[in-house]
């Protein structure tokens, strides 16, 4: 975006020198009003961009928070129902935090390259099995 950014206001100044000079080598006064006028408005217009795209980001930021928190509860309610079942549920609670683990280390980094990896699968199999 700066790049592209970049190249359009250097063609437009190129072309702003070459087109608004008189003979006299000094800038035509009805083309430097229209001129500050424009400048003024790519650069409202490029601020909007920006603040749009930040909104955009940060409201992404907050759907991701929510969809973890709301993970973090579930596994909460997995481990507070496990322990009401007392020693049968051992196995059962090993798994989950097996489950966890997984998550931790193998989907969060896989996320990054836009992917889920194939371990947490397993494990959430694993822990659907030891669960029924």
Not at 34 to 51: D, E, P, Q, Y
Request: charged fraction near 25%.
């Amino acid at each position: 975006m700066v790049l592209a950014t970049a190249v359009g206001l250097a063609a437009y100044l190129l072309t702003w020198r070459l087109h608004t000079r008189s003979a006299s080598g000094e800038v035509k006064p009805e083309v430097a009003d229209a001129t500050s006028n424009f400048i003024r408005v790519v650069g409202w217009l490029f601020c909007l961009l920006l603040t749009l795209t930040f909104t955009d980001v940060v409201s992404e930021l907050r759907v991701t928070e929510t969809a973890i928190e709301t993970e973090a509860v579930a596994i909460l309610d997995i481990h507070h129902d496990l322990r009401r079942f007392g020693t049968e549920a051992v196995a059962a609670h090993e798994v989950l935090t097996d489950y966890n683990r997984t998550v931790i280390d193998h989907d969060w980094p896989a996320l990054v390259e836009g992917r889920l990896s194939e371990e947490s699968g397993v494990a959430l199999r694993r822990l659907e099995d030891a669960l029924l």
